[in-house]
Structures are given as structure tokens and as C-alpha cells.
């Protein structure tokens, strides 16, 4: 059992303004290994730090541990309009990650907020909510849905197995409902395969910028070289939404090619905090991976340090 002296130490790492971005990325990773209530506390703190991506981290993370304890703090965050949409999304999602009935009809209120992103992503987190009741955690017995090989507690269940012609009509087809979508494109990731990573590239063209960044999310969870020529893309559009760039850059750290570290140091010093701070995180994870450490968010010693 993790101590409370441990996770009080990580802790007070993650919410030191005066820590580098990049050792607090890694503070955040390990409370969400070590979880638990004081975990969620700790990361719950953070949420009144300057930077937006953080704070949009934290939301994640939060999200992903799937702790009810989370749900008061992720919900305030999403009602403060004053944090950014992009945190406020994410708030959102986490929610929604979690699983609890009890904010449905949260969900449901801010599905009609004039955030678009916000607005989004509350309408899917409802359709996940509803989806859960009427079938639950469980594959469908025939076995149609296929498993997350990535662990991660995705906004919607994939589609149920078709072709990757077929899953790709369905990602860019713009008149059906963003959960229909959204099926199809943790369908294609769990494919893996390049013909599958092209087909999602070419969603970085849609309309939506929150499907554009969830696209970017999933390449980068599959890590395939073919996916870097779509992510460069989009992270040198200047009129693109930060919001998609940021996880471009992110998913480009994570692929790790020769060709990723040169165009995340391009844009390091980029005129959007969201994107020069994706790119410093993305190119520290880069460098601490290739020194031979197995995991990125397992420095519990250094942190204490």
C-alpha cells in the first residue's frame, strides 16, 4: 500500500508553480499510477495553476482512474466559465469517463452550453452514460465490439467489426451523430493497423475541432509512423484550433521518429502556451524514454528527491 507520506510528497510537487512543466507532468502521471483518495485530492489542487494544458491533464487523469472522490472538483470545473474550454472539455469527459449516473443531468445541461467544444463533448458523455445502462460494461455476447488493447477509458465503445472502407464512411460522415463517429474511430484505432491510421488521418479534415482533437489522441495512442505526415499537418496550421494542434504535438512525442523530435522543436517556442508547452512535454517524454527508463510516470524517487 502506497503511503500517505508518498503521495503527499509527489503531491506537493504537482502543484509547486515554481516546478518545471515537465517534472510536474511527471508528478501527475504517478498519483494517477498510485491513485486513491489522497491522489485525487492532490491532483484536484492544481486545478487553480495558470496553465490551461495542466489543467487539462489533470481532468484526464482524473477521468481515467474512474474515483467518484473526483467527481465535486471536476464538476466545478466545468461550470467555471472562466477556465478554458479546453479544460472545461476535458472536466467534462472525465465525467463522463467515470461512469456515476449522478451527473446526467449535469451533463445534460451543458450539453447545451455556447462552447461548442464543451457542448460536445457533454452530448457524448451523455450517449456513454446511457449507452452503460442499456448494456453495461460487458462485450456484446456475440462478441462484435472489440477490446481496447490501449486500457484507456475511451468517450465512446467502438463500433462493432466491419471493414476499415466501411469504419472510415462512417468516421466522415458529417450528418451522423458525433457517438456514431466517434464508434468508428476507437473501431479503427483498435485495428491498428496503417491502412486504419490513414483512414483517421484523413479525419483531421472534419468540421469539428473537438473530433480533429480526438483523432490526434488516438494516433497518438497507436504510435504508427504513417500517422506523422496528417499530425506535422496539423500542428502547422496556424489557423488551426490550439486545442487540435496541442494533441497533435502530444501524439507526435508519442510516435518518438527522428522526423516528430525535429518538428516538435520547431514549434517549442510557439506563440500559443498550449502548444509550446505540448511540445516541451512531448519532447522531455521523447528524451526520458530513450534513456532506457521503462516508464515514463515511475519516478517516485526523483520526485522525492
Given amino acids: ?153 475511451d468517450p465512446a465503445p467502438p463500433a462493432e467489426r466491419k471493414s476499415v472502407s466501411e469504419l472510415r464512411i462512417a468516421l466522415l460522415d458529417e450528418t451522423q451523430p458525433l457517438f456514431e463517429r466517434y464508434r468508428a474511430m476507437f473501431a479503427l484505432r483498435n485495428l491498428g493497423d496503417e491502412e486504419a491510421v490513414l483512414a483517421l488521418g484523413d479525419g483531421l479534415q472534419c468540421s469539428s475541432a473537438l473530433f480533429r482533437h480526438e483523432i490526434g489522441y488516438v494516433l497518438g495512442q497507436m504510435q504508427h509512423p504513417a500517422g506523422v505526415p496528417a499530425l506535422r499537418a496539423a500542428l502547422e496550421r496556424s489557423g488551426e484550433s490550439p486545442m487540435v494542434r496541442h494533441e497533435a504535438a502530444e501524439a507526435l512525442g508519442s510516435i518518438g521518429k527522428e522526423e516528430c523530435l525535429a518538428v516538435l522543436q520547431q514549434f517549442r517556442g510557439d506563440g500559443e502556451r498550449v502548444v509550446k508547452e505540448s511540445c516541451e512535454v512531448a519532447l522531455d517524454m521523447l528524451e526520458y524514454e530513450n534513456s532506457g527508463q521503462f516508464q515514463y510516470a515511475d519516478e517516485l524517487v526523483r520526485l522525492q528527491g
Fill in 1 to 153: 500500500m502506497t503511503s500517505v507520506e508518498t503521495v503527499t510528497a509527489v503531491g506537493q510537487v504537482l502543484v509547486d508553480p515554481a516546478v518545471g512543466l515537465t517534472r510536474r507532468f511527471r508528478a501527475l502521471f504517478t498519483l494517477r499510477n498510485l491513485g486513491g483518495a489522497e491522489a485525487v485530492q492532490w491532483i484536484s489542487k492544481a486545478f487553480s495553476d495558470e496553465s490551461a494544458l495542466l489543467k487539462h491533464e489533470l481532468a484526464y487523469c482524473l477521468g481515467q482512474m474512474q474515483d467518484t472522490s473526483a467527481i465535486p472538483s471536476l464538476t466545478a470545473v466545468l461550470k467555471d466559465t472562466q477556465q478554458d474550454p479546453m479544460v472545461r472539455h476535458e472536466a467534462g469527459e472525465a465525467l463522463g469517463a467515470i461512469g456515476d449516473l449522478v451527473v446526467l443531468d449535469l451533463l445534460k445541461e451543458y450539453s447545451q452550453d455556447p462552447v461548442i467544444e464543451v457542448a460536445e463533448t457533454c452530448q457524448l458523455a451523455v450517449r456513454r452514460l446511457e449507452w452503460l445502462q442499456t448494456r453495461g460494461e460487458k462485450q456484446l455476447d456475440d462478441g462484435s465490439t472489440d477490446e481496447n488493447p490501449y486500457c484507456s477509458v
